[in-house]
C-alpha cells in the first residue's frame, strides 16, 4: 500500500486523477476501521490533512462554504451560531476523541446511512461541492447519496465543501441510540425552519438505504402553517399538527431490522423525533419574535 | 552475631509506622504504569526472533469437515507452519470436562471454533495465508435454542445427548399450595465479558522439547494441566508465567491462545506470539450463559413465602466450559437469599451450536437474580406490601438455613443491607422542561427529550453469592513467603501463582505479608508455575483463599524465625515476638535485631492452604453443604425513563455490602462500582446477539458497554461484618455488585413504565412494544 501525502489542493487532485482507486483518508475515523477489519485493501492512500484548503471556512455568497476536512469538534466550537443543527449533530459524533479527527467531508465520502452530519445537512438544504482536475461541480446534497454507502463521486473526484445558507430560523437535531453516548444512531431526525421562504426542511438518518428527506412531511408543514398564518402569528403550535407531522415523517422512512433496532422502533421513533423537535424548533421560532 | 541481647524498650511504634497494613489503602504498583500508558499487558510481550501464530475458524454453525488442503498457505512466502487437528498429539482440553479439542477434528459445533493455525514471520502474512487454508464443510442441522435442545428429536452436538447436568432441589411439600400464587418467565441474553485486553501470549521454546508460556490469563495451573494433557507433556516441561492481563471476568479461565502458541512453538522452535484482535476475542472466549426461567412463587396474604419453583435452563454452548458449575450455583443459590420452606428446583446446562459458554463474573447468579427479584416485586404488588419490606420480612439471617438445607453459620445482614439503600438519601427531582439540563435526561446530548415522556422509577434487589469453588471441590491455595535482609533492610518476598487480573491482589498480599511480619519491604514475585497452584482468580475467591495461603506462610517464617530466635538466645520461644526488625519479649524488650537472628540466611517457607470443606449436594434431593461462604448485596437504583422513546437514564445506583473486613478500602469500592456497572449493563444494553447461532455483533460498535455518561456516580455503604471462619473474617467482594444492580435497575424501569420487561438487555422496543 502506498501513501500519496499531497501538499496542496491541485496535488490532491492530480494525484487522484493518477490513481483513481486511491483512498481519501481525512480523519481516518472510518477509513482506519476499514483497514483493520480488512474489509478493504487499497493499493493507495490518499492523504488530505496537510491540505490547509480543506481545513478551513469563509463565506461564499452570503453562504457558509465549509471546507471537507472541518471536524466536528471545530464545528461544534466555531460555527454553533452559524449551523446550529449541525453543530447539534456533531455533539452527538462518537468520543471527544472522534469529535476532533472525524470531518463532515468523511462523513460524506463514506455515506452511510447512520452517518450523523446528513440529517442536519439535509435539513439545512446543503449543497456539496465536488472537483476534480477536470473542474468543480456544485450539487444538492440530495443528488449526492446515491445507495448505502454510495455516494456520486466520480472516481477521480474529492470533496472540496459544503455549502450551507446560514438559518433564518431555528434548527433541532435529535439522534436514538441505546446508550448515553459514543453510538451508531439508531434513527435520527434533522429538522430546519426556514421562515424567510415560509419553507421546512427535514434529514432522516437511519431508516432508509441513504439518508433522506422527508418531502412530503415537508410540504404538508409549511402549507399547514402558511394555511393558518401561524409563520406570522407566531402562535402556539397545534398538537394534532405536530403530530401529524410526525406520522409524515415516519411514513417517508423506510427502515430494516438489524442489530441496532427494529424497523417499527425506528418508524415509532421518527414520529416521536419529529413531533418533538418540531414543537422545540417552534418554541425557539416563537421566541425569537 | 551478638552475644548477649540489648536490654533497651522495645519500639512498638515500629510497626505501627508501617504504612500499607490490613485496612490501609496502599498504592498499587501497577496503577500509575497503567495510568501512564506504560504497563505491559499481554499484548505487549515482544522475544527476539518471534514469530507470529493466527488461527482460522469455523465460518459455520454445525458442520461436518470433508477435507482441509493447507497446500496454498503453506506454500505462501514467510510462512513457516500450518497445523490442524492431526498436528496436536494429546487429547481434548475442558475446564471441568475434556470435551473440546484443541482444534475441531472431524466436525466444527459452533461459529467460530478454531479449525488450523499458521504461523507466518508477520502476523498480516499469517492471516493472508489463514484465508488460503481450503476446508470444505458439510453443514449438519443445528440446534440453536437451549430449551429445543432438551428435545429428545433435537440435533445432537455430542455423542450422549444434549444434557449437562441436571441439577435438582427437593425441600419440604413436594405438593405445595399457598393462598397467593405468582409466576413468571424470563430470558436472560447472552453477555460478553468484554474485558478491553484482549487475548494474548508468546510461547517460547526450549531447546530440551519444553516451552515457557507466557499468558495472560486467570488460573495458571488449571492451563498448565490442559496444556499437558493437549501436547503429551509433562507439567515440568510446559512452564506458565502470568503476563499483564487487561481485565478478565470469567472470560479467561478457559484456553485460548495457549495450546495454539504452544503448538507452533514446539513445531517451528521458535517463539510464537499470538494476539487476538477485537473481533476474533469475541469468539476466543466463553460468554455468560443466556437463560431461560420459569419461576413460582407461592405466599400467604401477608407477604411470606411459603414456597417457590423453579426451572432454569442454561445455554452452555457447543462445549462443557464451566456448565456445570454454572448449573450448581444457579441451582442451589437460584432462588435468591430468603427462607423458603418447600422448594422445587430444576436447573439444566444444555449442549447447543451456540458459542460456547463459561465463566463470567456472577457466575450462575446473575440470570436467576434477575427472575427472583422480578417476581418478588410482582408478589409484592399482588399482596400489596411495600417490596423493601416484602425482601426483609423472608430474607435471611444468620442461623437460617438455605434451601440446600445449609446453615448460614456468619453474618447474613439481607434485611439491614436493603434498609441502608432504601434509607440513602434520594438524588434531586428532574429539572423542568425549562431548565433542563440534556446530559442528565435519557438520551443525553442526542437530544431526544426535554423531559417529555420521562418517568422516575425506583427499583430495589437484593442478593447472596457463593465465595470460592463448592461443592466438594479441593479448593486450595499455595504461598511462598520468604524473609530476608537485603541492603541492611528486612525484606519479604511473596511469590503465588493467583492471577492478578486488575483487582489488585497483588496489592493485597503485600499488606497482609506486612501486617503478619512487621516489614515494609515486600516484594512481589512473578506469577508462575513454579510455586504451587493458587486456583482460579474466580468465584471471589482470591483475598480469601490465596490471601489465607499468603498469611499461613507468613505464620510459618515468623515461627521458623522465632525457633531460630529462641535456640540462638537460649530464650523459651513462648516469650518471643517478631516485631518488624526486631525481636522482642512479651515484656515488650527488644532481645535481638532480626539481622541477628538471619545473618546472611533467608527464612522461606511454602503452604498450601484450604478453606473448610464443601460437600456434594444430594442428586435427588438437592440437599448438602455445597458452599464455603456467602456474600449479600442489595442495590437500589433509580433511573428515568423516556417511556415514549424507551430510552433510559440510570440517575442513581447505590448499594450496601458486607465485605467481612475490608483489606484494602478502595479496591472493594473500586470492585463494588465496577461489578455494578457491569450488572447494569446487563439489564440495559450488553448483548452477544447470536441468530441460528452465528454471532452478529463481534464488536464494540455493536456490543454496547456503559460509558461513563451511562453510569451514574454511586452511593456504598460497605459492611463489615467478620467471618470467624475466614482469614481477617474476609468475605469476597467482587461478584455480588454484578448480581443485584442489574435486577435493581430493571425493577425501576418496570416501576417507571408499568411494562412486565421479562427479558434482559431491556431494548428500547422493548419499552414501547412490550
Ligand atoms: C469510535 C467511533 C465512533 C464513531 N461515532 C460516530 C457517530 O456517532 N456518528 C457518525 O456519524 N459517525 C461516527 N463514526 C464514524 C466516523 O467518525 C465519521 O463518519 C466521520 O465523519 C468520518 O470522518 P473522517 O475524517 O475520519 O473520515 P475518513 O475515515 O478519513 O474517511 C471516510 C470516508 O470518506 C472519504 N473521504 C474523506 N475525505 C474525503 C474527501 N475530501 N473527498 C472524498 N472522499 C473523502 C474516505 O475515502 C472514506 O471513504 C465513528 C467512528 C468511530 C471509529
Redesign the interface.
Known amino acids: 500500500m502506498d501513501f500519496l501525502q499531497p501538499r496542496s489542493w491541485s496535488e490532491a487532485l492530480e494525484a487522484k486523477a493518477a490513481h483513481p482507486d486511491a483512498v481519501p483518508i481525512a480523519g481516518g475515523t472510518d477509513v482506519m476501521v476499514e483497514l483493520n477489519f480488512d474489509h478493504h485493501r487499497p493499493a493507495f492512500l490518499l492523504d488530505l490533512t496537510r491540505i490547509e484548503e480543506l481545513e478551513t471556512w469563509s463565506f461564499d455568497n452570503g453562504r457558509v462554504r465549509l471546507g471537507a476536512g472541518v471536524t466536528y469538534s471545530r464545528v461544534i466550537d466555531e460555527l454553533g451560531r452559524l449551523l446550529p443543527g449541525l453543530a447539534m449533530a456533531s455533539r452527538t459524533v462518537g468520543s471527544p476523541q472522534i469529535r476532533n479527527r472525524g470531518t463532515v467531508g468523511g462523513n460524506l465520502g463514506a455515506a452511510s446511512p447512520a452517518g450523523d452530519a446528513h440529517p442536519a445537512l439535509l435539513a439545512a438544504e446543503a449543497d456539496v461541492e465536488l472537483a476534480s482536475v477536470r473542474g468543480t461541480r456544485r450539487l444538492p446534497l440530495t443528488e449526492f447519496y446515491t445507495g448505502v454507502k454510495r455516494n456520486a463521486l466520480a472516481p477521480d473526484e474529492l470533496i472540496a465543501a459544503i455549502l450551507i445558507t446560514p438559518p433564518s430560523g431555528p434548527q433541532q437535531f435529535c439522534k436514538i441510540g441505546t446508550r448515553n453516548a459514543m453510538v451508531i444512531s439508531v434513527s435520527a431526525f434533522g429538522l430546519a425552519l426556514h421562515p424567510e421562504r415560509k419553507a421546512v426542511g427535514t434529514g432522516i438518518g437511519s431508516a432508509a438505504p441513504t439518508p433522506r428527506r422527508a418531502y412530503e412531511a415537508e410540504n404538508f408543514l409549511a402549507q399547514a402553517l402558511d394555511a393558518a398564518g401561524l409563520w406570522e402569528t407566531r402562535a402556539t403550535m397545534p398538537p394534532e399538527l405536530a403530530r401529524e407531522f410526525g406520522n409524515y415523517v415516519r411514513s417517508a422512512a423506510s427502515p430494516i431490522d438489524d442489530v441496532r433496532g427494529t424497523a417499527s422502533y425506528r418508524s415509532h421513533s421518527l414520529a416521536v423525533m419529529a413531533r418533538r423537535s418540531l414543537s422545540w424548533a417552534w418554541d425557539d421560532y416563537r421566541r425569537a419574535a | 552475631m551478638t552475644s548477649a541481647p540489648t536490654k533497651v524498650p522495645a519500639a512498638p511504634s515500629e510497626t505501627a509506622a508501617l504504612r500499607g497494613r490490613i485496612g490501609d489503602s496502599p498504592l498499587r504498583p501497577d496503577g500509575t504504569l497503567k495510568v501512564q500508558g506504560e504497563f505491559a499487558f499481554g499484548s505487549d510481550l515482544w522475544a527476539d526472533e518471534m514469530i507470529w501464530g493466527v488461527t482460522l475458524r469455523s465460518p459455520h454453525v454445525h458442520a461436518r469437515i470433508v477435507s482441509i488442503d493447507v497446500g496454498p498457505a503453506l506454500a505462501t512466502s514467510g510462512v513457516y507452519t500450518v497445523l490442524t487437528a492431526e498436528d496436536v498429539p494429546g487429547g481434548n482440553v475442558g475446564l471441568d470436562h475434556a470435551d473440546q479439542p484443541v482444534l475441531a477434528t472431524g466436525v466444527v459445533r459452533y461459529h467460530g471454533e478454531p479449525v488450523a493455525l499458521v504461523a507466518a514471520d508477520h502476523p498480516e502474512i499469517a492471516?493472508q495465508a489463514a484465508k488460503k487454508i481450503r476446508v470444505v464443510y458439510e453443514e449438519l442441522p443445528a440446534v440453536t435454542d437451549g430449551r429445543r435442545a432438551l428435545e429428545p428429536a433435537a440435533p445432537q452436538v455430542h455423542d450422549g445427548g444434549n444434557l449437562l447436568r441436571h441439577l435438582k432441589i427437593r425441600r419440604g411439600n413436594p405438593d405445595p399450595v399457598a393462598p397467593v400464587v405468582v409466576s413468571l418467565d424470563f430470558e436472560v441474553g447472552m453477555q460478553d465479558q468484554a474485558f478491553l485486553g484482549p487475548e494474548s501470549g508468546l510461547a517460547v521454546p526450549d531447546d530440551a522439547g519444553g516451552i515457557d508460556l507466557y499468558v495472560a490469563t486467570q488460573w495458571l495451573h488449571a492451563d498448565q494441566r490442559q496444556i499437558c494433557q493437549a501436547l503429551g507433556l509433562p507439567p515440568e516441561k510446559v512452564r506458565l508465567t502470568l503476563a499483564g492481563v487487561g481485565g478478565a471476568f470469567g472470560g479467561r479461565e478457559d484456553l485460548s491462545i495457549h495450546v495454539h502458541a504452544c503448538l507452533l512453538a514446539l513445531r517451528t522452535g521458535k517463539p510464537i506470539k499470538m494476539v487476538y484482535?477485537r473481533?476474533e476475542s469475541f469468539f476466543g472466549h466463553v460468554h455468560r450463559h443466556p437463560a431461560s426461567l420459569r419461576y413460582e412463587f407461592g405466599a400467604d396474604h401477608d407477604g411470606l413465602l411459603h414456597y417457590a419453583k423453579a426451572e432454569i435452563v442454561f445455554d452452555g454452548g457447543a462445549y462443557a466450559s464451566s456448565t456445570a458449575a454454572v448449573v450448581g450455583n444457579g441451582g442451589t443459590l437460584g432462588l435468591g437469599p430468603y427462607n423458603i420452606p418447600n422448594v422445587q428446583v430444576d436447573c439444566y446446562g444444555v449442549y447447543t451450536n451456540n458459542p460456547p459458554c463459561g465463566a463470567m463474573r456472577g457466575f450462575g447468579c446473575v440470570q436467576a437474580a434477575f427472575a427472583h427479584e422480578a417476581l418478588m416485586d410482582e408478589l409484592a404488588d399482588r399482596v400489596g406490601m411495600d417490596r423493601v419490606a416484602i425482601r426483609q420480612l423472608n430474607g435471611m439471617r444468620e442461623g437460617d438455613r438455605n434451601i440446600t438445607g445449609q446453615l448460614i453459620d456468619s453474618a447474613a445482614p439481607v434485611a439491614e443491607l436493603l434498609q441502608l439503600v432504601q434509607d440513602m438519601p434520594l438524588p434531586a427531582e428532574r429539572l423542568s422542561e425549562d431548565e433542563f439540563d440534556l446530559l442528565s435526561l435519557?438520551?443525553?446530548?442526542?437530544?431526544?427529550?426535554?423531559g417529555?415522556?420521562v418517568v422516575r422509577g425506583i427499583g430495589y434487589a437484593v442478593t447472596y453469592k457463593n465465595v470460592g469453588f463448592s461443592e466438594g471441590f479441593d479448593d486450595y491455595s499455595t504461598a511462598r513467603v520468604r524473609l530476608e535482609i537485603t541492603a541492611d533492610e528486612p525484606t519479604v518476598t511473596v511469590h503465588t501463582a493467583a492471577a492478578e487480573v486488575g483487582q489488585g491482589l497483588i496489592t493485597v498480599e503485600q499488606q497482609i505479608c506486612r501486617t503478619e511480619l512487621g516489614v515494609q519491604r515486600v516484594v512481589v514475585h512473578p506469577r508462575d508455575t513454579q510455586v504451587g497452584s493458587a486456583g482460579s482468580t474466580s468465584a471471589s475467591r482470591q483475598t480469601y483463599v490465596t490471601g489465607g495461603a499468603v498469611k499461613a506462610a507468613c505464620e510459618a517464617v515468623r515461627a521458623k524465625v522465632l525457633e531460630r530466635a529462641s535456640t540462638m538466645l537460649d530464650l523459651e520461644l513462648s516469650e518471643l515476638v517478631l516485631d518488624g526488625a526486631q525481636i522482642v519479649s512479651i515484656t515488650g524488650d527488644v532481645v535481638a535485631s532480626l539481622q541477628d537472628v538471619l545473618g546472611t540466611d533467608a527464612v522461606d517457607e511454602t503452604v498450601k492452604w484450604s478453606h473448610r470443606p464443601t460437600y456434594p449436594i444430594d442428586p435427588e434431593t438437592g440437599q448438602g453443604d455445597a458452599h464455603v461462604q456467602y456474600a449479600f448485596s442489595a442495590h437500589r437504583a433509580v433511573v428515568d425513563v423516556d417511556t415514549?422513546?424507551?430510552?433510559v437514564?440510570v440517575i442513581a445506583l447505590d448499594t450496601a455490602q458486607d465485605v467481612g473486613k475490608a483489606i484494602n478500602p478502595d479496591a472493594v469500592v473500586g470492585q463494588i462500582q465496577g461489578g455494578s456497572a457491569q450488572g447494569m449493563g446487563l439489564a440495559?444494553?450488553e448483548e452477544i446477539?447470536v441468530t441460528d447461532g452465528r454471532v452478529?455483533?463481534p464488536s464494540f460498535?455493536?456490543y454496547?458497554i456503559?460509558?461513563?455518561?451511562?453510569m451514574p456516580p454511586m452511593k456504598i455503604e460497605v459492611l463489615e461484618y467478620a467471618d470467624p471462619h475466614a482469614p481477617y473474617g474476609v468475605r469476597g467482594v467482587g461478584e455480588p455488585p454484578t448480581i443485584s444492580s442489574g435486577p435493581a435497575v430493571a425493577a425501576a424501569i418496570r416501576r417507571a413504565t408499568g411494562k412486565a420487561l421479562r427479558r434482559v438487555p431491556i431494548?428500547?422496543?422493548h419499552i414501547?412494544?412490550g
Open positions: 492471516r484482535n473481533e435519557p438520551g443525553g446530548v442526542s437530544n431526544t427529550t426535554h417529555e415522556g415514549e422513546l424507551g430510552l437514564k440495559l444494553m446477539v452478529r455483533n460498535t455493536d454496547l456503559p460509558t461513563i455518561l451511562d431494548r428500547p422496543e414501547t412494544e
